[in-house]
């Protein structure tokens, strides 16, 4: 995971890639059986198939309750939804999921399906009340993984974990819980529609999600979504689907669940995150720009234009983008595009540098992966901007897109593979090329 910040005049924070690797696993055809005890008489190794076949009957059972709530979902069936739902189950969750369904009225679904996956299911001996229910006939916890795509911006489902109880009355099962197993550590992917009913605005080339009360800042992503794509593909070409989900969480606690646990997004006005990225067969899931409920909305009309530019180019490039490339080249490139049109000047738009250069502190190395981890974060990243500027004035632009997706598409390499990478677009190594940039910075900032 990747933190960037806006440049000083921005003054807040951009930018940030996280990857989120979820793996669709098939439902076996004889999953493990999880409560079954062996027989007494029985010798060693022999098989069951009564418990086996419990299990299937088990296992298809929540699939198909599954079934029928994603099918509800996508009907606007309220009805067959609640159905799905445990009677006796809390107070608080059944209120929470016929909210949760009228929140999906206005998000436009291409996709909705789930996948069981019997094989990892949870011992639930140590479940506490009220989710420990004596009552019931049976409770069963497998992985669940939610498949879903927004209509116009996935090519495939992206895929989400969900932490769900089920709960067998009699023959029936029902969904009793999404947040009971959070203490055995399995929680559930929360979406906009979690959080709040989704306002949904298009543009031609993707559209924004957001909450009931923000009207004008959706207004303002509406209005920007389309020239930033446009500005992306000036540069970057049309080899990538130029539509872009553009997320405007209402909170912190909403960010957080949309782009990650750990992510520090107090300190970020944006964050471009993909669930699954598969470079040899360019194929990325799950993409979506996800901007601070605070931080955005301070910005000015030209800031927003570079932030978005700068995301929406690390949503074009992903699939050209392996990880372990180094920082100041993604990050470089990615600023290059957001301020390419900015009107801004290199002074202007790396003050540190510039203050830097003057003092006679020329840089002596490439910017390192670590520079982005430390106290002088922004001259990482106005380093970084100003070479991917060196390398477009000195070679020009298609060079510039040709390094990226040389460097980018190799990822971690070798000192030595990085300089026949660096020579076969631009005919300098890392020395050849610090040496040339020092000379642009001591020419441009002096």
Do not use: C, K
């Amino acid at each position: 995971m990747r933190r960037e910040r806006v440049r000083g005049w921005l003054a807040a924070a951009v930018a940030a890639t996280a990857l989120f690797g979820v793996t669709v696993v098939a439902l076996p055809e004889h999953p493990a059986d999880q409560h079954g005890q062996a027989g007494q008489g029985r010798p060693m190794g022999a098989v069951q198939p009564a418990a086996g076949a419990a299990d299937a009957r088990r296992a298809d059972a929540v699939a198909e309750l599954l079934g029928r709530r994603a099918d509800a979902l996508l009907r606007r069936d309220q009805a067959a939804f609640t159905a799905t739902l445990d009677p006796a189950a809390e107070p608080a969750f059944l209120a929470a999921q016929q909210e949760y369904f009228t929140n999906l009225a206005a998000v436009p679904l291409d996709a909705w399906s789930y996948t069981v996956r019997a094989e990892d299911s949870l011992d639930l001996g140590s479940l506490t009340a009220p989710a420990a229910d004596p009552t019931a006939t049976e409770q069963w916890a497998p992985a669940v993984e939610l498949h879903y795509a927004l209509r116009g911006i996935d090519p495939t489902p992206t895929d989400r974990s969900l932490g769900y109880l089920f709960v067998r009355r009699g023959e029936q099962w029902f969904l009793r819980s999404d947040t009971a197993l959070g203490e055995l550590g399995r929680r559930t992917w929360r979406g906009p529609w979690d959080f709040g009913p989704v306002v949904v605005a298009p543009a031609a080339n993707g559209l924004v999600l957001a909450h009931p009360g923000n009207q004008a800042m959706v207004d303002r992503l509406v209005r920007e979504l389309d020239p930033a794509v446009e500005a992306v593909g000036r540069v970057w070409g049309d080899r990538w689907p130029r539509r872009v989900a553009l997320l405007l969480p209402d909170s912190p606690a909403e960010m957080r669940a949309l782009v990650g646990p750990d992510f520090p997004v107090e300190s970020v006005v944006a964050v471009a995150v993909a669930d699954r990225v598969d470079t040899a067969r360019r194929t990325a899931t799950g993409q979506r720009v996800v901007l601070s409920p605070t931080g955005s909305r301070a910005l000015s009309i030209a800031s927003l234009r570079v932030v978005l530019r700068h995301e929406i180019t690390h949503v074009a490039a992903r699939v050209d983008t392996v990880d372990g490339s180094p920082m100041w080249l993604l990050e470089g490139f990615a600023d290059y595009v957001g301020y390419r049109e900015s009107g801004l000047g290199l002074a202007q738009g790396a003050p540190d540098l510039a203050r830097s250069v003057r003092a006679g502190g020329l840089p002596r190395a490439l910017p390192q992966d670590r520079d982005f981890r430390e106290r002088d974060l922004d001259l990482a990243y106005q380093r970084s901007w100003s070479i991917a500027r060196f390398v477009a004035d000195r070679f020009g632009e298609r060079e510039l897109v040709q390094l990226y997706r040389s460097l980018a598409g190799a990822g971690p390499v070798s000192a030595g593979e990085t300089d026949e990478l660096l020579r076969g677009a631009i005919g300098l190594d890392r020395g050849g090329l610090l040496r040339a940039w020092q000379d642009y910075l001591r020419d441009a900032l002096r």
